[in-house]
């Protein structure tokens, strides 16, 4: 019961009711009530705008049940104004009302939070599948086209694997393939073509080398030059001035000096020197400037190139594809050359063998043995 009912209490009666205290300290306690829906159930029943209360759970009728206790108990005092306790227990009851709907507020803004931080997870997971999804597309269409292009390869035999003996047996053919003498002339020149490119490719990689080692020198001598030019410029603003032409300057700024023909043209011959001599340096120092920008802009062009030159032949060397089909390709040859060797070792055996037939049956020929011979032969 809050402190201010029982002072009011005690002002308008004078002495405390101590077992109408007594009654409203015993009223019942709730549990954790999660659900909005009773608590805004709870407060219409408090004001009797809803006075069914079926489905409500125990602990919130035994609540209301005490509202209703106290309210009862209230208006059995006899030494109270029955407006006055009609008043209390109205705004009694407006007071519970709005504590069970701030408490059926907060149910529902935590309820709407969790649902909000439980979309925005899963929104999260969406577009992190989405990316994920997004980016294997992307490496299925690189593959698929990497497979659809037409690969170039280049077929180099050692020495001494063109003609192997053979075993002689029919199934050394079971896997030959017949190719026609046109084809093999055509894989040939190809092969060379690719191998000249090759060479062409390797000569012009190390051309590029040597320019940019030779460009890497003069814009290091350019930058010498530089600073031997800012070096010589320092040692002119160094240099000392002589007396007389010190005594010379200070005397025209003050305004005091002499009208000396003779002086006045040695001085502008010296003021004209010194402005030539630095109109000449800035000069070298502009076409120095220019040179080594062209000389960047040189070597970025030709480090492009040579980046690219090497990274097709870094393709062309370390392909694994490539590598695999061309051993398989020379295991295959390799039995292919088998086969035919010992095809020829065998025909050659029956070449010998034919020619001792031959030559044994000559010489039977060449005996006479005698004869019946007819009249009509």
């Avoid at 005690?10 to 409203?24: D, H």
């Avoid at 000396?260 to 109109?279: F, L, M, N, Q």
């Avoid at 020379?330 to 037939?357: D, F, G, S, W, Y």
Wanted: glycine letters at 2%; aromatic letters at 4%; hydrophobic letters at 35%.
């Amino acid at each position: 019961v809050p402190a201010v009912w029982i002072e009011m209490t005690k002002r308008i009666t004078g002495v405390s009711n101590s077992n109408y205290l007594s009654s409203c300290r015993k009223m019942p306690k709730l549990k954790m009530i999660t659900v909005p829906a009773v608590w805004i159930e709870m407060a219409k029943r408090i004001t009797g705008v809803s006075p069914s209360s079926s489905f409500l759970p125990d602990d919130a009728i035994d609540v209301i049940k005490g509202v209703d206790l106290l309210d009862k108990q209230a208006f059995q005092m006899s030494n109270i104004d029955m407006k006055v306790v009609e008043f209390v227990t109205k705004n009694r009851r407006l007071r519970i009302e709005s504590d069970f709907k701030m408490r059926a507020a907060g149910l529902e803004i935590a309820e709407a939070e969790a649902t909000l931080q439980h979309h925005t997870r899963n929104v999260a997971l969406i577009k992190d599948n989405i990316l994920h999804l997004t980016n294997s597309i992307g490496r299925l269409l690189s593959n698929q086209n990497n497979l659809e292009q037409d690969p170039i390869i280049q077929l180099i035999l050692e020495q001494g694997q063109v003609e192997v003996d053979l075993t002689g047996h029919f199934e050394d053919f079971h896997d030959v393939q017949l190719i026609s003498k046109s084809k093999v002339d055509s894989a040939n020149n190809k092969v060379i073509s690719a191998g000249c490119q090759k060479m062409a490719e390797s000569e012009k990689v190390d051309r590029l080398k040597k320019i940019i080692q030779d460009e890497e020198w003069k814009q290091k001598e350019l930058k010498i030059s530089i600073e031997n030019l800012k070096t010589h410029i320092k040692r002119i603003e160094r240099t000392k001035i002589s007396r007389e032409t010190l005594e010379f300057l200070r005397n025209e700024e003050r305004g005091c000096v002499a009208k000396d023909a003779k002086t006045d043209h040695e001085a502008e011959a010296i003021v004209a020197y010194y402005r030539d001599k630095i109109g000449r340096v800035d000069a070298q120092l502009d076409v120095v400037q220019k040179q080594k920008d062209e000389t960047k802009a040189e070597i970025r062009r030709i480090n492009m190139t040579v980046r690219d030159v090497e990274e097709k032949h870094r393709e062309l060397i370390k392909d694994e594809a490539f590598k695999k089909k061309y051993e398989e390709d020379q295991k295959e040859r390799m039995k292919a050359l088998l086969k035919r060797c010992a095809l020829v070792q065998k025909i050659q055996n029956q070449v010998t063998r034919l020619e001792c037939l031959r030559s044994d049956l000559t010489a039977l020929r060449c005996k006479t043995y005698p004869v019946l011979k007819s009249k009509f032969v």
